[in-house]
Nanobody, 124 residues
Framework: VQLQASGGGLVQAGGSLRLSCAASGRTAMYAVGWFRQAPGKERESVAASGRSGGGTSYRDSVRGRFTISRDNAKNTVYLQMNSLKPEDTAVYYC???????????????????WGQGTLVTVSS
C-alpha cells in the first residue's frame, strides 16, 4: 500500500490542524499509526488505531488533544490536532501494517508501509 500524508503547515500555539493520510489500499485491513520526528530527535509514536478500527492508543503528551480516525470508504486516516503546542513541531508520518498486533500499534518497527511525511510547525 502507498500512503500520502498531507495537511501540515504553520500554526500558532493553541491552534488546530488536521492531517490526512490517503492510502492506495483498503485502510480497514491495516493497523494505522501516526508518528513524528522533530529535528535532532528520534521518531516517536503519536497515535495509532488497530485493524478494522479495533483499539486506539495515544502518546501521553497528546492524549485529549489529538484524535485519530478513519474513513474507510475513502481509505483515509486522519489526525485531528487541537490545542497545539510548540513541542508538537515535527515532521509527521503515517504508517500502515497488516500484521501489527494491538499491543504493538505504537511501535514504529511494527509497520511496513510509510508515507513521506508532512511538516507541522507550531509557533509560540
Amino acid at each position: 500500500v502507498q500512503l500520502q500524508a498531507s495537511g501540515g503547515g504553520l500554526v500558532q500555539a493553541g491552534g488546530s490542524l488536521r492531517l490526512s493520510c490517503a492510502a492506495s489500499g483498503r485502510t480497514a485491513m491495516y493497523a494505522v499509526g501516526w508518528f513524528r520526528q522533530a529535528p535532532g530527535k528520534e521518531r516517536e509514536s503519536v497515535a495509532a488505531s488497530g485493524r478494522s478500527g479495533g483499539g486506539t492508543s495515544y502518546r501521553d503528551s497528546v492524549r485529549g488533544r489529538f484524535t485519530i480516525s478513519r474513513d474507510n470508504a475513502k481509505n483515509t486516516v486522519y489526525l485531528q490536532m487541537n490545542s497545539l503546542k510548540p513541542e508538537d513541531t515535527a515532521v509527521y508520518y503515517c504508517a500502515a501494517g497488516t500484521s501489527v498486533i494491538l499491543s504493538q500499534i505504537m511501535n514504529p518497527s511494527a509497520y511496513s508501509h510509510w508515507g513521506q511525511g508532512t511538516l507541522v510547525t507550531v509557533s509560540s
